[in-house]
């Protein structure tokens, strides 16, 4: 292969069909992270939610929740928000993919950041080890033995809830939604949207630790949770676009 070749494959055009094939894989997990927020609202309004999740405070709580019902356990803990930064993934791709020639070094900067949060985020996640503790807890015989259970579970629950990768993802995707603002693939309103969505879930994670501002969080969390529901829907409809080969000219949802 020559020395020019690697080059040029690199800088193929996006609508080679390696390429499509990617924005189509990564229009369409993102359309799937956009229906997760709403899956989370359903869930909560299904009949005895409420009630099985309300007295979870104490480890033997968690416990015994995961004995009853185990989903509710999980998705508790986390796991639709872990499917959702998972599936993610290929979206930040295909983005990169459209965006590295406006922009190629931070581009190349935010997917980077992406993908260590993700890592980070992965391997704080306490959902599945503690459905694993719960049903050890339920098998153990002892009461040294359910004491130890019950220090690890409580262990799990204290670094679960530091949320480890979550603000370096929301940074990536802050990134990413300015380089898409400086090129001409993705809508300016497709960029304000990420740029919005971003900055408010980085305050909301800010000020977790701060009390008596329940109420105001809330309403940034909202606004924050509208911006990038929408961002979701703009980006997975251009990627699909991108993919069915619209990919010349302007961005048809532009404003």
């Not at 300016?188 to 977790?208: D, K, P, R, S």
């Amino acid at each position: 292969m020559s020395q020019s070749e690697p080059q040029r494959l690199f800088d193929a055009e996006p609508t080679d069909c390696g390429w499509k094939s990617l924005y189509k894989v990564g229009g369409t997990t993102v359309l799937i992270v956009f229906l997760i927020p709403l899956a989370e609202v359903a869930i909560s309004y299904l009949p005895g939610v409420a009630r099985a999740t309300r007295g979870t405070v104490a480890v033997v709580d968690w416990f015994t929740l995961f004995q009853t019902h185990w989903f509710l356990g999980l998705r508790n803990l986390g796991f639709l928000n872990l499917i959702g930064v998972v599936l993610l993934a290929p979206t930040i791709l295909a983005i990169y993919s459209a965006i590295r020639r406006d922009n190629e070094a931070y581009a190349a900067f935010g997917t980077i950041l992406f993908f260590v949060g993700l890592a980070a985020y992965i391997a704080s996640s306490r959902a599945f080890p503690m459905l694993s503790l719960s049903g050890q807890y339920a098998s153990a015989t002892t009461d040294a033995q359910r004491s130890l259970l019950v220090a690890a579970g409580q262990a799990m629950l204290v670094e679960g809830q530091s949320r480890t990768g979550i603000p370096l993802v929301e940074f990536a995707c802050l990134v990413i939604s300015v380089v898409m603002l400086r090129g001409n693939v993705f809508s300016n309103a497709t960029a304000y949207a990420g740029i919005l969505g971003n900055v408010l879930l980085m305050l909301v994670e800010l000020t977790l630790s701060v009390r008596g501002l329940t109420d105001a969080r809330m309403a940034i969390a909202i606004g924050a949770g509208l911006s990038m529901m929408t961002w979701y829907l703009l980006v997975g409809r251009r990627l699909l676009q991108l993919g069915y080969g619209k990919a010349d000219g302007a961005p048809p949802e532009s404003v």
